[in-house]
């Protein structure tokens, strides 16, 4: 906390981008600092989120490997995201075969990544909720991607404490 807190605003942003990836909501929540704790920075991060538009949750979506992909890199960012999509690597041929196909779907059907908070969860339990948000309408699919985002942005949050 204390290290953010002294960061300059450029630097601040930067960090927080690890986090979510939309620039409205790293400066929203750089520009609250100084956090007094950690409830303080969250509460922060969540308003922050609450007030994005969707073209910068859309934004931040973009940050946001396909689930099932491998992200490629050494950045913070793709080892976070390799280590919450562990429960979707290494599963039987079949279920990554239909991961693959219920991204195409849903990215055609919403224009976007599916997008959720994998950590925990096995490929199987991540296939069955892609499934079933296919048949969401997209006002329904839109609040169920800002809550997703809030859960993995929360995560990271977290983990931006324990970097450094």
């Known amino acids: 906390m204390d290290r953010l807190n002294r960061l300059s605003g450029d630097e601040a942003e930067r960090e927080l981008m690890s986090c979510?990836?939309?620039r409205a909501w790293a400066g929203a929540v750089a520009g609250a600092r100084p956090f007094a704790g950690e409830a303080a920075l969250t509460g922060a991060a969540g308003a922050a989120l609450r007030d994005l538009g969707w073209a910068d949750v859309e934004e931040a979506l973009s940050h946001h490997p396909r689930i099932g992909d491998r992200p490629e890199g050494t950045g913070r960012e793709e080892s976070w995201s390799r280590a919450e999509q562990a429960g979707s690597t290494g599963t039987d041929a079949e279920t990554a075969r239909e991961?693959?196909?219920g991204n195409l779907a849903y990215e055609h059907r919403f224009g976007h990544v599916f997008l959720i908070c994998a950590t925990g969860l096995s490929a199987r339990r991540i296939l069955a909720a892609l499934r079933e948000?296919?048949?969401?309408?997209?006002?329904?699919?839109?609040?169920?991607?800002r809550t997703e985002l809030a859960k993995i942005t929360h995560l990271r949050l977290a983990h931006l404490g324990e970097d450094r």
């Open 133 to 145: 948000r296919l048949h969401n309408d997209a006002r329904t699919e839109r609040e169920i991607v």
């Open 99 to 101: 991961l693959r196909a």
């Open 20 to 22: 979510c990836g939309s």
